[in-house]
């Protein structure tokens, strides 16, 4: 299995708090990415990274943010955390050949 | 804009019985393609990937897909499902030498009955 773990596992928060998600990779890999999966719409982009301190927008970035300072470490930020953002949200790496893999998933709700 | 159909939401078979999941994908350029399955409280897992050469491509767990580039399908089977094979499968799409990015389909939830 790839190296790729997310933390926490699962989180609870209020509206308006900020909220931290990180992914870490043992591999190496340049490129990294944050998904949200919601029932109904399979997995979607919320932001990626293709370096150290090189990151983009998905198609669903309103409202987070992520940093990435170190090639293995890849956070994700809610700013204000609103109960749209409750989602199980998965971290993944991409090799060279565009397989993508993926981390466990961090189950958030936002009350 | 690229995109990637499940037309299946949910699909149930008998254990023993033959499996395809369809799926379609809008593309102008040579696509990249993939099925990822996903358990229960999982994460996804890569089943196969189509990049080039023979159209029909194995995968892990006995399955198949195949690439039909006249039907902009990449439908995947299974000959006989096992009941560990209940689960929620994923096609989607990379752009060759393009974008870095995968879209994904809806996905199909597959039920098995005994």
């Known amino acids: 299995d790839a190296g790729i773990t997310q933390s926490p596992r699962h989180k609870v928060t209020e509206t308006g708090t900020p909220v931290t998600l990180r992914c870490h990779q043992t591999?190496?890999?340049?490129?990294m990415y944050w998904y949200r999966q919601d029932p109904g719409h399979g997995l979607r982009l919320i932001h990626y990274?293709?370096?150290?301190?090189?990151?983009d927008k998905g198609e669903v970035s309103d409202g987070y943010s992520v940093s990435r300072s170190k090639t293995e470490d890849f956070l994700l930020t809610l700013e204000s955390a609103t109960s749209s953002q409750t989602s199980v949200y998965f971290c993944?790496?991409?090799?060279?050949?565009?397989?993508?893999?993926f981390g466990p998933g961090t189950r958030l709700t936002v009350t | 804009a690229q995109s990637v159909t499940q037309p299946d939401i949910h699909i149930t078979v008998s254990e023993g019985a033959s499996l395809e999941l369809r799926c379609n994908y809008s593309?102008?350029?040579?696509?990249?393609l993939f099925w990822y399955v996903q358990s229960p409280g999982q994460g996804l897992q890569l089943l196969l990937k189509?990049?080039?050469?023979?159209?029909l491509v194995q995968g892990i767990k006995g399955f198949e897909a195949e690439f039909k580039r006249s039907q902009s399908s990449f439908n995947l089977r299974k000959p006989s499902v096992h009941w560990s094979d209940a689960a929620e499968y994923f096609c989607?799409?990379?752009?060759?030498?393009?974008?870095?990015?995968?879209?994904f389909g809806k996905g199909t939830k597959l039920t098995v009955n005994p």
């Open positions: 993944a790496i991409k090799d060279p050949s565009y397989e993508q893999y």
């Open positions: 591999e190496n890999h340049r490129y």
């Open positions: 990274s293709y370096g150290v301190k090189d990151t």
């Open positions: 593309y102008g350029a040579t696509p990249y």
């Open positions: 189509y990049f080039s050469g023979d159209t």
């Open positions: 989607a799409v990379v752009n060759e030498g393009g974008s870095e990015k995968l879209v």
